[in-house]
């Protein structure tokens, strides 16, 4: 069963949507691939998506709250999102970046060990349907430019600066 609740963010609207197994997407309604992913979603699982609560989706709601007050710098529902081993990897890598820093996607690779897979490691980023909990707006260009962000560039800069400013204040 896919489980559905739409969440309101200070940078818009979005639908999450959970399994048994956690939170499995998490887009921007606005998002141009919104419908397609739900589709993918719902074969995946041979499932219709269901407009219900569920508990992962309430915890997903309570985190995000306390992130964008700031008072939350992690998150501690379970996700299962599709994709490649590879993908895996590198969002699970994604999930080591600390709240409020960023990296290159040259050091993201470096991470990864493997610095020939840059632009596998960008489109890693870019197949990401879990964005915020899977922290992609963390990797940034090189020299700190605001590149790629499925949300659009706007959003990216908002959760950078909302984590900057909360971790600035830590070390006051």
Request: net charge negative; glycine share 8%.
């Amino acid at each position: 069963m896919l489980y559905s609740k739409t969440i309101e963010t200070p940078i818009g609207e979005m639908l999450a949507c959970a399994a048994e197994d956690g939170i499995c997407l998490f887009l921007f309604t606005d998002s141009p691939d919104l419908n397609s992913e739900l589709e993918k979603l719902q074969e995946a699982y041979q499932s219709p998506l269901q407009e219900q609560t569920h508990a992962h989706l309430d915890l997903l709601e309570k985190q995000l709250k306390a992130y964008f007050e700031g008072a939350g710098q992690t998150f501690s529902v379970p996700l299962c999102p599709a994709g490649t081993d590879f993908q895996q990897k590198v969002w699970s890598q994604l999930q080591r970046i600390g709240y409020g820093r960023t990296i290159s996607y040259k050091e993201q690779a470096q991470a990864l060990g493997d610095l020939k897979a840059l632009r596998a490691v960008a489109s890693a980023n870019g197949a990401n349907k879990v964005p915020i909990i899977i922290p992609c707006h963390r990797v940034v260009g090189a020299k700190g430019s605001l590149t790629g962000y499925s949300g659009g560039l706007w959003r990216k800069k908002f959760l950078l600066d909302l984590e900057s400013a909360q971790h600035k204040m830590e070390f006051q």
